[in-house]
């Protein structure tokens, strides 16, 4: 686990440093040999340091900021490129038939594959065909499940060790069992002697899981716990926490409560790592896992109400939450946010409230279909809401442009919705915070991130709550690092800046010809130069990332002694590379910057996980994609790219290893300077 710290209520490190120095003064003065006028430069000598302190700290702060920033900033604008796979999905569905044969039967393969109903009848099918070999040296679980099972799961785990799959199969049926029993909102009491932990987003992150139960101690009758969603994605060990919390909960199913998050998601699986993940630790029954996984999701509980006062669900509220639709909805058809509801003709015309989420108009019902499968409109509106949405300190209920899903609600907001439903105070995570927790909207709304370290080393902490019946809630805080954590902090603090701003500079030459078309509008003398402003106004403007784009200036772009910007040092030490030398710059960058949204796409046309696509569907699919997304690649220019990445000339693509040829080549690092 490495070196882990915790604190509660607050880090009191600053506080410490001071205490020393202040320390260091008091026994100076204190010392009888020393004379007066000694006494006073020592005292002098001390301020200047203690102040000198003060002031780094305060730059390492600032310098923190901006790296969060950028972090945050590129990692909701992800999730919005995500959300906007659920428009692109919608646009196949209501434009296929307008197209030929060809484009129809790929548009009707990727809705077999992803809006299949669950094909999962009997266990025995899954479980009866995979046997654990007396070879096998992992855990070994005993069903029914009890404590003893998750001491065994959770000292097999701390010794890297994989659960066979026949038990991660076995623990998913027996979750999924006990979940469809429970209601869409678990109602949760608490004591006065009886408190309730409530963890936040963990990401894969088994160190902050086993730091949370060693200085909390473990789920029992005694000492209940409610995670709030996202507990897989990003992080290395996704499997681990999975099958650790579906463990706990089976043994202690009334104590151990389990929101589903936005990444409780088998489409968001597919972009973020989970689904990886389980191909490469189960090569051969990794695919049954996906698709029991799947329906898991579906089932888990969408919020807990804690002493019928406290509300907590993954992301947020809108202005038009109503928990009488959120408790009655059958959760389980909540495939995927990605796949909007079917819905019918008459509601096709229907506009979403523009003080709400980023709806995607909705689609025809198909011919072969019921709307009974589906969700309806307003249903599926109220879940990406809870999932998706922030607090924010601006009053009202706007679309959440940074994420492309739910809103921003704001403090009256929140205050409306907590008293129609007599509730005293919303908890909710999904937002990574450099504390771990934030407190807003007058103490209404508190954000828990139990996941320290979530961009780079350093760069948050992670909390989580504990509350009961009549009291504040406490905050512990804590940060698991490792050998790293004896690097002087400003080596550190530089590590997680060079980071920020290498994924930042990798997004910028994803737009490099649309950003070189930016600045040159505004060279109206073209000589390679123009205003820090301008240059500003233009990397936001294309980027569409709300950063400080002046204070991030001097690690990004030459300034001249005058304030010119020589707008091509932009790209000075980055490229992408790419298959073939002759490639357009247009479609090299179309191809890097969208090439997650195609792998999805691509993984799910590959329904008998061949890895390959034949140049018809690779032609078809670029298209459609082309089409909705206004890439400007003329047909041409596809034609030739599938002929290029046809390398055997066999009529298939290796598409997963054609878009490895695209990645970004950081040709040197700039030395480090500070922000502040």
């Not at 060990?237 to 389990?258: A, K, T």
């Not at 790209?571 to 949204?597: A, C, G, Q, V, W």
């Not at 390959?612 to 994609?625: A, N, P, Q, Y």
Request: proline share 3%; aromatic share 10%; charged share 25%.
């Amino acid at each position: 686990m490495g070196c882990g710290t915790s604190s509660k209520k607050g880090n009191k490190s600053k506080k410490e440093n001071t205490d020393i120095i202040m320390s260091s003064i008091n026994l100076v003065t204190s010392a009888s040999f020393i004379t007066e006028h000694s006494r006073d430069l020592m005292i002098k000598a001390a301020l200047v340091i203690q102040n000198w302190y003060r002031r780094y700290r305060a730059r390492l702060r600032v310098r923190q900021h901006y790296a969060l920033a950028i972090f945050q900033s590129i990692e909701y604008s992800d999730e919005q490129g995500q959300m906007q796979l659920s428009s692109f999905f919608s646009f196949m569905l209501e434009n296929y038939t307008k197209t030929n044969n060809e484009d129809s039967a790929l548009v009707t393969r990727i809705f077999d594959n992803t809006r299949r109903e669950s094909q999962i009848k009997d266990r025995d099918d899954f479980l009866g065909l995979i046997e654990v070999p007396d070879s096998y040296d992992g855990p070994r679980l005993q069903f029914p499940l009890t404590f003893t099972d998750i001491h065994i799961l959770l000292q097999a785990f701390k010794q890297q060790q994989i659960l066979h799959a026949h038990y991660v199969l076995e623990v998913l049926f027996e979750a999924r069992k006990v979940l469809k029993q429970m209601p869409n909102f678990s109602h949760v009491k608490t004591f006065p002697a009886k408190e309730i932990t409530i963890c936040g987003d963990l990401h894969g992150k088994l160190d902050d899981l086993m730091l949370i139960f060693y200085k909390n101690g473990l789920p029992s009758e005694n000492n209940p716990y409610v995670f709030n969603g996202d507990f897989v994605d990003r992080g290395n060990n996704s499997m681990e926490i999975l099958m650790i919390l579906l463990v706990c909960f089976l043994v202690y199913p009334s104590d151990l409560h389990l929101n589903r998050g936005n990444h409780e998601d088998f489409m968001m699986n597919l972009r973020y790592g989970f689904t990886k993940e389980i191909l490469q630790k189960y090569k051969l029954h990794g695919r049954k896992i996906l698709q029991v996984l799947e329906e898991v999701y579906t089932w888990l509980p969408i919020g807990t109400i804690i002493d019928n006062e406290i509300l907590v669900i993954h992301g947020g509220i809108s202005e038009s939450t109503d928990l009488n639709t959120l408790h009655q909805l059958q959760r389980n058809k909540m495939k995927s946010v990605l796949m909007p509801p079917v819905l019918g003709n008459q509601e096709t015309g229907e506009k979403r409230n523009k003080s709400a989420s980023n709806y995607v108009e909705p689609r025809k019902v198909e011919p072969d279909k019921t709307p009974s499968e589906d969700l309806t409109k307003q249903e599926w509106e109220q879940i990406v809401d809870i999932l998706w949405s922030d607090p924010r300190g601006k009053k009202g209920c706007y679309p959440n442009t940074s994420r492309g899903g739910g809103c921003y609600f704001g403090p009256d907001v929140t205050s409306k919705v907590l008293s129609k439903n007599q509730l005293k105070m919303l908890i909710r995570s999904h937002e990574c915070k450099p504390d771990g927790y934030e407190v807003s909207h007058d103490g209404k709304v508190i954000t828990v991130f139990s996941a320290s370290n979530y961009y780079e080393e350093g760069s948050n902490r992670g909390a989580y709550i504990r509350l009961s019946y009549g009291t504040m809630p406490q905050f512990f805080q804590y940060q698991v690092t490792s050998t790293s954590c004896l690097n002087p902090l400003h080596q550190r603090m530089n590590a997680m800046e060079s980071s920020a701003f290498k994924i930042l500079k990798e997004k910028m030459i994803s737009r490099k010809t649309d950003l070189i078309n930016a600045f040159e509008l505004r060279d109206h003398s073209r000589s390679g130069r123009i205003s820090l402003a301008e240059w500003a106004f233009s990397m936001e403007n294309i980027l569409g990332l709300n950063l400080p784009w002046r204070s991030l200036s001097s690690h990004l772009v030459t300034i001249d002694s005058s304030g010119s910007v020589d707008y091509m040092s932009s790209f000075d030490d980055i490229r992408i590379e790419k298959p073939t030398k002759d490639m357009k710059s247009n479609l090299t960058e179309t191809m890097y910057r969208y090439r997650s949204d195609l792998k999805i796409i691509f993984n799910i046309i590959d329904s008998d996980q061949s890895g390959l696509i034949s140049m018809d569907e690779f032609r078809t699919m670029w298209k459609l994609f082309n089409a909705h997304y206004k890439a400007h690649i003329d047909d041409s220019q596809i034609d030739e790219l599938a002929s290029i990445v046809d390398f055997n000339k066999d009529g298939n693509i290796d598409f997963n290893e054609f878009l490895k040829a695209f990645y970004v080549v950081h040709k040197y690092d700039k030395p480090g300077t500070s922000l502040a």
